[in-house]
C-alpha cells in the first residue's frame, strides 16, 4: 500500500465501501454493448462513412476521443483520410463528404453550435443515446439509448460507439468482446494491485492505442481525482519520463515499442502492460477507476465540478 494513501486516512476497510455505483454497473454491460454494436452498425450503414470518402469526426472531451481512435483505425485501414475536431474549434475552409458528431447528452453547446456552423448540404451523422435532444435535429442519427449512462462519467456509450465504427470499418471485434469479458471475471483487487495505490500514472500508446490513453487518463482524474498524463509512446522519451519513478506507473495500452520496457526498468516505476486489444484493456482501467474511489471515499457517479453535459450560456 503507498504510504501517502494511508497516512492521508483515505483508505477505507472493506465493510465501509460503498455499494455498486452506476459506473460499476454500467462498465459491466460492455461486452454485450460491443456485440450489439455490430446490429446498430449493420442496420445504419446507409448513415456511416463508406471507403473513399473524406471524414471529419467530432466530439468534446471523452467523445472527442472517440473521434480521434476511429480517426486513427479509418486512416489505418485505409478507407480514406479522417480527421477528428474537437467540437469548440473545427477548422473552416475544408472540404469533408461527411461529418461524424458523438455526443452522449446532445445538448452540448459546443457540439450543437458546430452542427449549425457545418456547410450545408454536407452529410453529417449523429452517435448520441439521449432521445429528445437539440443534436438529434441536426443531422442523421443514430440513437443508442439502451447504452446511456447515469453516472456522469462516460464508460459505455463512448466504448459503444467506437464499437459502432469500428464494425462500420469490417473489423471483428468478437475477440476483443471475448478479451473484455476475460477482463471483468478477474477479481480486481488482485489484477489490478500493482497500480491500484500508484501516485501517478501515465498512459501511453499508437495510433488509436494513443486516443485510448488520452481517455483513462481522463477517466482517473474524473473518477478519483488522480495524478495522470498521456503521450504518445514515441514521446514519452522526450521528456515526460523524467516523471517516473518508483511508486509511480507507466500504463502502456497497445504493443511496446523496443527498449520501452528497459527504459520503465531504469526509472524504477511499474509498467503495466498487457497484449490486448486497448478497447479491452480501456475496461481494466475502468475497473482501476472504482477501486481507486472507493478506496478514496469518492463518488465517481458525481465527479467534482463536472455535470452530465456542459451548456454554456448564450
Not at 469548440?88 to 458523438?102: M, N, W
Request: net charge negative; with cysteine.
Amino acid at each position: 500500500m503507498n504510504d501517502h494513501w494511508a497516512q492521508a486516512g483515505l483508505v477505507l476497510s472493506s465493510a465501509e465501501k460503498p455499494s455498486a455505483t452506476h459506473l460499476s454497473i454500467e462498465i459491466a454491460s460492455q461486452p454485450d454493448n460491443w456485440a450489439g454494436a455490430r446490429i446498430v452498425a449493420e442496420t445504419h450503414r446507409a448513415l456511416l462513412p463508406v471507403s473513399g470518402e473524406n471524414v471529419a469526426a467530432i466530439g468534446c472531451g471523452t467523445s472527442l476521443f472517440m473521434a480521434r481512435a476511429y480517426a486513427a483505425l479509418r486512416e489505418r485501414s485505409g478507407q480514406g483520410l479522417t480527421d477528428a475536431w474537437p467540437a469548440g474549434q473545427v477548422p473552416s475552409g475544408r472540404h469533408y463528404d461527411r461529418y461524424v458528431v458523438i455526443c452522449r447528452s446532445g445538448t452540448t453547446t459546443e457540439v450543437i453550435d458546430a452542427l449549425r456552423a457545418l456547410p450545408a448540404g454536407t452529410p453529417r451523422t449523429i452517435i448520441c443515446s439521449s432521445p429528445g435532444t437539440p443534436v438529434l435535429a441536426l443531422g442523421d442519427s443514430i440513437l443508442i439509448d439502451d447504452v446511456d449512462e447515469r453516472s456522469v462519467v462516460q464508460t459505455r456509450f463512448a466504448t459503444t460507439a467506437l464499437a459502432i465504427l469500428r464494425w462500420s470499418l469490417g473489423e471483428d471485434l468478437t475477440p476483443v468482446i471475448a478479451q473484455a469479458r476475460a477482463v471483468l471475471a478477474e477479481d480486481p483487487a488482485t489484477a489490478l494491485g500493482a497500480v491500484r495505490y500508484a501516485d501517478q500514472i501515465t498512459f501511453t500508446g499508437m495510433g488509436f492505442a494513443a486516443a485510448l490513453g488520452e481517455e483513462a487518463a481522463l477517466k482517473l482524474r474524473e473518477s478519483c481525482q488522480s495524478w495522470t498524463e498521456s503521450y504518445l509512446s514515441t514521446e514519452y522519451r522526450h521528456g515526460p519520463i523524467s516523471i517516473a519513478a518508483p511508486g509511480r506507473a507507466v500504463w502502456a495500452l497497445g504493443p511496446l515499442l523496443p527498449g520501452f520496457a528497459a527504459d520503465i526498468a531504469a526509472t524504477g516505476a511499474h509498467l503495466e502492460h498487457r497484449e490486448i486489444d486497448p478497447m479491452a484493456d480501456l475496461v481494466r482501467l475502468h475497473r482501476l477507476c472504482v477501486l481507486r474511489a472507493a478506496d478514496l471515499g469518492l463518488d465517481p457517479d458525481h465527479p467534482r465540478s463536472l455535470t452530465r453535459s456542459v451548456v454554456l450560456d448564450s
